[in-house]
């Protein structure tokens, strides 16, 4: 009996350390030793959940097609992590402090809006996890902070292009600003329009007022009763696409004919639902044009959301998809999941070849690339011109 026992406790052992070995190979398989978080933070909900929305689009897509990557001959999970800033600083860095004290990522992506960009990019900068912005433009959200970078162009480039776009191709001698001055994206871009328009014209009073508003506002009459008595020859008024919409479509119905050009948070389909026949003719720049695929990387995604939404994708999807690209490549060349390492080999990216272009970051991490001019006709955004830096 004695030996029988031994014979059986000896089985139960070797079965044990079996089932010890296999759990452990699993954990190991499962385990944060095989995976990369990537964090996102976009507002889902909120005021501005459709930017958001276009953004994450890209990224899942990315994602998709792309949820592994490689680095130092090891293959790793991608695992997306989206978290909702609901259109709220507070929020925004709120969200980012969960991804780093709950979820444990290794790099972040987002967001839509500067002012969200900045809330949630003190607190990464503290937890010394990099980011990608992906169509935050305000020179501010990379600013002194060494762990932000983004893949759109920046707002003193874009203010540029639509101070020359009024002055050379409308022609115009004067203008008049329309802020959301609750909004740093729109604030920062309408200085940057007066300061190139007033150098244009060479006329210090070129810019004859600039009104203001604030985010949610839905009664323009004031703002525009006073403009339509200066009678200026354009009218440049940034902001996000509800208010944007009203601005232009109370505007049209008050008698003012103007050409009225704006910035790139225009571009969502929510601009044209809300200022329906009203903002037809309305101009802006953009990040990128389905008509002007550049390159493989272009095509390929064109063909993939194509397939996969039966719509053209919104300039902001491509961006979302490119921060995606550009943080697994950082990851490759990298070769580690650390995020120091992963932040010093954003800073060097150069000649990344993306679907809304190719990605060169400068030493303050913004990318350095054209800008597209789009204007609703029939109802869609149709692609103008593109300018480069």
């Not at 996102?40 to 959940?49: D, I, L, R, S, Y």
């Not at 080999?345 to 150069?350: C, D, E």
Request: glycine fraction near 10%; aromatic fraction near 8%; charged fraction near 20%.
């Amino acid at each position: 009996m004695k030996g029988l026992k031994r014979k059986v406790w000896g089985i139960v052992l070797i079965l044990s350390l079996a089932v010890f070995a296999s759990c452990s190979r699993g954990g190991q398989q499962a385990g944060t030793s095989d995976v990369i978080k990537i964090g996102v933070f976009e507002p889902m909900t909120g005021a501005n959940a459709a930017g958001g929305a276009m953004e994450v689009e890209g990224i899942r897509l990315a994602h998709e097609l792309n949820p592994t990557v490689e680095a130092a001959g090891k293959t790793y999970k991608v695992e997306l992590v989206v978290v909702d800033n609901k259109s709220d600083k507070v929020e925004a860095a709120n969200a980012v402090q969960r991804l780093v004290d709950s979820d444990k990522v290794q790099v972040i992506l987002g967001s839509w809006g500067s002012s969200l960009s900045m809330a949630g990019g003190e607190v990464a900068k503290d937890a010394r996890i990099p980011v990608i912005g992906l169509s935050c433009t305000n020179p501010l959200v990379t600013a002194g902070n060494d762990y932000y970078f983004r893949v759109c162009f920046i707002d003193p480039f874009q203010g540029t292009v639509m101070a020359n776009y009024a002055f050379r191709d409308l022609n115009a001698k004067t203008a008049v600003i329309v802020q959301e001055v609750s909004n740093d994206y729109s604030v920062g871009l309408a200085k940057f329009f007066s300061d190139n328009f007033k150098a244009l014209t060479g006329n210090p009073d070129a810019v004859l007022t600039t009104v203001n508003y604030n985010t949610g506002d839905q009664d323009f009459s004031a703002q525009l009763t006073s403009i339509r008595s200066l009678n200026p020859d354009v009218i440049f008024a940034p902001g996000n696409y509800t208010e944007s919409a009203l601005v232009i479509r109370q505007a049209r119905e008050m008698g003012i004919g103007v050409p009225i050009i704006g910035g790139d948070t225009w571009e969502t389909p929510e601009f044209i639902d809300v200022g329906r026949e009203r903002v037809e003719g309305a101009v802006f720049s953009t990040f990128f044009a389905s008509e002007y695929a550049a390159s493989p990387a272009a095509e390929t995604f064109l063909k993939e959301y194509r397939s996969r939404y039966n719509k053209e994708p919104a300039a902001v999807t491509a961006l979302g998809y490119d921060g995606y690209l550009v943080a697994l490549d950082a990851i490759k060349r990298a070769g580690s999941i650390d995020p120091q390492k992963i932040r010093d080999a954003i800073a060097v990216t150069k000649g990344f070849v993306g679907a809304a272009g190719t990605v060169t970051l400068d030493a303050n991490g913004d990318a350095t690339k054209g800008a597209f001019i789009k204007a609703v006709q029939d109802g869609k955004f149709a692609f103008q011109t593109i300018v480069n830096p």
